[in-house]
């Protein structure tokens, strides 16, 4: 008997087809976030939520799917430019915009939430945790220091430099005009390597002895240099540089 090919449904037509409606109602991402928490959402269906909209034949989740393909993943996007993301077929200027502002103001909210309470830097661990996630992929290097009270604990980080660790770019005078601001009794250097190796460098090196030798000087010592790099995070003091 000759089979019908019509009354069998070939899923890869459903699936270039399908329409947001056709997903049951529990598991839509508005319905679902609004019966089971906006924490219960995948990666895509949260992307999805902010593009509001699909394409012809494809729902916003799909559409999401693939801006996390195309970028690696949702580590990935936060190193993916707005054109890229446009590049992706559904996804326009503004659709990009509120995707790269809800990724910045979630980096934001981190930060806002740490500085919220003083925490403890007592170990290189306690830094890099404390840094790792809003420098690991930063696209450009910038340098930081953590200020520091007296029983060791963040009282804020002030970035002072973008685009290197050069002698001409990070002056001593900046570092320890804002621990004096900010009476700390120490200080921490942290900055990221955008290629990803946190290895120290030479200059990264011969820069921290000199910042260190200052701070001595000065009664507000260096206590370590944080590397953050993409793979992992280098510790001066854990690499016996003090």
């Known amino acids: 008997m000759r089979r019908n090919d019509s009354a069998i449904p070939d899923s890869r037509l ?10 049951p109602e529990s598991e839509r991402p508005y319905e679902k976030a609004e019966s089971k928490g906006v924490r219960t959402l995948t990666n895509a269906e949260l ?13 916003a ?34 659709k990009s915009i509120r995707i790269l502002a809800a990724l910045e103001l979630g980096q934001r909210a981190v930060s806002d939430r740490q500085r919220e309470t003083r925490t403890a830097a007592e170990s290189p661990d306690d830094v890099i945790r404390y840094v790792e996630a809003s420098m690991r992929y930063l696209p450009r290097e910038e340098f930081h220091v953590l200020l520091l009270d007296t029983r060791n604990r963040i009282i804020k980080s002030v ?15 900046d570092i320890f005009r804002e621990a ?29 002895r ?3 030798k ?5 009664g507000i010592p ?9 793979e992992s995070s280098s510790s001066f003091k854990r690499l016996g540089l003090f």
Do not use: C
């Open 14 to 23: 459903m699936d270039a087809s399908l329409t947001m409606k056709d997903i």
């Open 47 to 59: 992307i999805a939520v902010l593009l509001t909209t699909g394409r012809t034949g494809e729902t």
């Open 61 to 94: 989740v799909q559409t999401a799917q693939k801006a996390l393909v195309m970028s690696g993943g949702l580590s990935g996007l936060l190193d993916t430019s707005l054109e890229e993301l446009q590049e992706v077929p559904g996804i326009g200027r503004v």
């Open 159 to 173: 970035r002072i430099s973008q685009g290197g660790l050069a002698s001409a770019v990070i002056h001593p005078r």
């Open 180 to 208: 004096v601001k900010a009476n700390a009794a120490s200080i921490v250097l942290v900055h990221n390597h955008p290629s990803g190796d946190s290895a120290p460098s030479r200059a990264d090196v011969e820069s921290t």
């Open 210 to 212: 000199k910042f260190t």
């Open 214 to 218: 200052l701070g001595n000087m000065m």
């Open 222 to 230: 260096v206590l370590d240099h944080i590397i953050v790099g993409a």
